[in-house]
């Protein structure tokens, strides 16, 4: 018979084991909690690293002279009110030709109850009206 059995006749101690499972468990909360503050920070900024022209953006004033942000997410919530006003207030566009900006619900309260206005002259819906005479 072997003098030796090939495994070890005693247990591992559970004190580095203990230590290193601990530090493993830290490091994933730390890198879980560090994630979601770096989502959150970027979320925050996300909105201001748009390419694309802004739609309202012919109504911002143009300037010669170079404009610096001084507080980039303070100026952004003063737009998101701004634009909030333009989209659910009433205003005159054109008052000469009695054009009126209407909140966005209202339009569509309008729209629902009258209906999309229906083309005339050359178009689809004079089209479709005369395919369904002909039958």
Do not use: C
């Amino acid at each position: 018979m072997a003098e030796h059995p090939g495994h070890e006749r005693t247990d591992a101690d559970a004190g580095p084991l203990a230590l290193v499972g601990i530090t493993m468990a830290v490091l994933v909360v730390g890198a879980f909690v560090s994630m979601v503050i770096l989502y959150k920070v970027f979320a925050y900024y996300q909105p201001m690293l748009s390419d694309d022209p802004h739609p309202l953006a012919e109504l911002r004033q143009v300037t010669t002279e170079p404009r610096l942000q001084v507080d980039p997410p303070r100026q952004k919530f003063e737009l998101k009110e701004i634009e909030e006003n333009v989209l659910s207030g009433y205003d005159w566009v054109d008052r000469e030709e009695g054009i009126v900006r209407i909140p966005v619900n209202r339009a569509i309260e309008i729209l629902a109850e009258r209906g999309l206005p229906i083309k005339t002259g050359s178009g689809a819906a004079t089209e479709a009206t005369e395919t369904e005479n002909e039958k």
